[in-house]
C-alpha cells in the first residue's frame, strides 16, 4: 500500500513540475492570429521603397509553428460604373457587374507566395527577409496582428536587365507602323492602310499643343520625352504636361506599370489600373469634362464585339501585354545600333481588330468617323475625306481576310 501512495505521489509532483513548465513556455509567434486576407480597405498597408502602393490584396496564413504564408495578388478593379457612363441613359442601368484581374505589384507575378518566419508572441508579430520569382528577387520586412498587416517591399532586381535605361523618342522616325494586306482603290492607283496611315499621321495639323498646331507624329514627339525601363522592372516616362503654357516637362511617378524579359525579343508590360485612374483623379481639375457630339458611345459599342474583345484583352493585365523589340523597320532612317522598336505584334493587334471591324461596315456610323476626322484637318478636310472613305470600306476585308503582319509600336534610341 505504501508503495502505491509514493508512486501516486511521485505522478502528482511530476504533473505540478509539467504545469509550472507550461505556464513558464513562451507563446508560439502569432497563435493567436487567425488567417486573413488583407485589402487598403481591411487593415492592409503595403509600400514598395516607401511609397504606398494601389490595388494589392495580401493574404496571411499562419501555420501554428512560428512560420506564415503572404501571398501577394492584385485586386480585381470594378469598372461596371466606366462601362455604364460610357452607354448612356438606360442602358447604364443595365450593364452587368464587370470586374478586371490585375497583377501583382511584383513584376511578372500575378500571384507572389513568401514563406515566412515570424517573431515576437501570440497577437502581434513581425518578420523579415529576402526572396525570388521566376523573373526578380526582392527583400522584404513587415508586421501583423489579428487586425493590421504592415508589409513593406524594397530593392527588387530584376535578373535579366538587358534593356534597362533609358530610351528618348525618335523624332524623324516616332513610330513603328507595319501593315501587310490586301491594296484599295484609290483615286485609279492602289493603295495600302500601312501608307495612309503614315501619310494621315505626318500631313495633316490636327492636334494644338501650347497654341501651335501638329499633325500626329509631331505632337508624339513633342509630348514624349523619354522612357525608362528600370533595373527593378519599373516602366516610367518624361512627358510634357500639355494642360501648361510653355509644355513643362514632367516625370510620370513609379507605379503606373512594370515590367519583364520574357525571353525571344519579348518584354511582358503589366499594368496597373488602379494607379492610372488614381493619377488621373489627381487631374480632375485639369480637364474639361467636354463630350464629343461626334459619336454616341453606346452605338459603337453595339457594334464591337465586346464580349470577344474582352476574352482578349483582359487577361493580359494579369499576364502582361506582349511587347516585343528589334530594329528600327524604316528606310527613311540610317541603322543605329541604339534605336529599337518597341511595338504590339500580329497576334495582339489583329484579333483586337478584327472585333472592332463591325464598326466600319455600318455605313452610317463610317460617314460619321470620316466626317469627324475630316473636321478635324481643318484645309486638309476635303482630302482626309477623300482618302478615308474608301479606306474605311476596305477596312472590315483586309483586316478579316488578307492581313499577313501588323505591328504598331514606338521608335527609341537609348541614351
Not at 496564413?61 to 512560428?66: A, E, L, V
Not at 527577409?129 to 493590421?148: I, N
Not at 516616332?174 to 492602310?193: C, H, I, K, Q, T
Not at 454616341?296 to 494579369?318: A, Q
Request: hydrophobic residues 40%; negative net charge.
Amino acid at each position: 500500500m505504501k508503495k502505491i501512495a509514493y508512486l501516486f505521489a511521485v505522478i502528482g509532483i511530476a504533473c505540478m513540475f509539467t504545469a509550472c513548465s507550461n505556464d513558464d513556455d513562451p507563446a508560439m509567434p502569432g497563435a493567436s492570429i487567425p488567417a486573413k486576407t488583407y485589402t487598403a480597405a481591411d487593415g492592409l498597408t503595403l509600400k514598395l521603397d516607401g511609397t504606398e502602393a494601389a490595388g494589392q490584396i495580401v493574404s496571411f496564413t499562419p501555420s501554428n509553428d512560428g512560420k506564415a504564408t503572404l501571398s501577394i495578388k492584385g485586386a480585381p478593379l470594378d469598372i461596371s460604373s466606366i462601362i455604364g457612363g460610357m452607354m448612356g441613359g438606360s442602358k447604364a442601368d443595365q450593364t452587368p457587374n464587370l470586374t478586371l484581374p490585375t497583377s501583382s505589384i511584383i513584376p511578372g507575378s500575378a500571384e507572389v507566395t513568401i514563406p515566412v518566419e515570424l517573431t515576437g508572441d501570440a497577437s502581434s508579430c513581425s518578420f523579415a527577409g529576402s526572396t525570388e520569382t521566376t523573373y526578380c528577387t526582392f527583400a522584404y520586412e513587415g508586421k501583423v496582428s489579428e487586425g493590421a498587416l504592415d508589409l513593406s517591399l524594397s530593392d527588387i532586381k530584376l535578373k535579366n536587365t538587358s534593356i534597362a535605361g533609358t530610351y528618348n523618342l525618335m523624332s524623324d522616325s516616332p513610330a513603328r507602323v507595319v501593315w501587310d494586306g490586301s491594296e484599295f482603290d484609290l483615286m485609279g492607283s492602289d493603295y495600302n492602310l500601312r501608307d495612309l496611315i503614315l501619310l494621315m499621321t505626318t500631313m495633316y495639323p490636327m492636334i494644338e499643343l501650347d497654341g501651335n498646331k501638329y499633325n500626329v507624329m509631331a505632337a508624339l514627339a513633342a509630348v514624349l520625352k523619354s522612357v525608362t525601363f528600370g533595373e527593378d522592372g519599373s516602366v516610367t516616362a518624361v512627358y510634357a504636361d500639355t494642360k501648361t503654357p510653355g509644355l513643362p516637362e514632367v516625370t510620370a511617378p513609379k507605379g503606373l506599370a512594370r515590367y519583364v524579359i520574357d525571353g525571344n525579343n519579348t518584354i511582358r508590360l503589366f499594368l496597373s489600373p488602379e494607379a492610372i485612374i488614381a493619377a488621373q483623379a489627381s487631374k480632375a481639375d485639369d480637364n474639361t469634362n467636354e463630350e464629343s457630339e461626334a459619336f454616341d458611345p453606346s452605338v459603337i459599342l453595339g457594334k464591337i464585339n465586346i464580349e470577344g474583345l474582352i476574352s482578349k484583352v483582359v487577361p493580359m493585365l494579369s499576364t502582361g501585354i506582349p511587347l516585343h523589340y528589334g530594329d528600327v523597320v524604316n528606310d527613311a532612317v540610317e541603322p543605329d545600333p541604339n534605336a529599337v522598336s518597341f511595338y504590339l505584334g500580329k497576334e495582339t493587334i489583329l484579333p483586337i481588330l478584327q472585333d472592332v471591324s463591325p464598326v466600319f461596315e455600318d455605313a452610317e456610323l463610317r460617314t460619321q468617323i470620316i466626317e469627324f476626322a475630316a473636321s478635324q484637318a481643318g484645309d486638309m478636310g476635303p482630302l482626309a475625306q477623300m482618302f478615308l472613305t474608301p479606306a474605311l470600306e476596305a477596312f472590315p476585308n483586309i483586316v478579316n481576310n488578307t492581313t499577313t503582319e501588323v505591328q504598331f509600336g514606338l521608335n527609341l534610341k537609348k541614351q
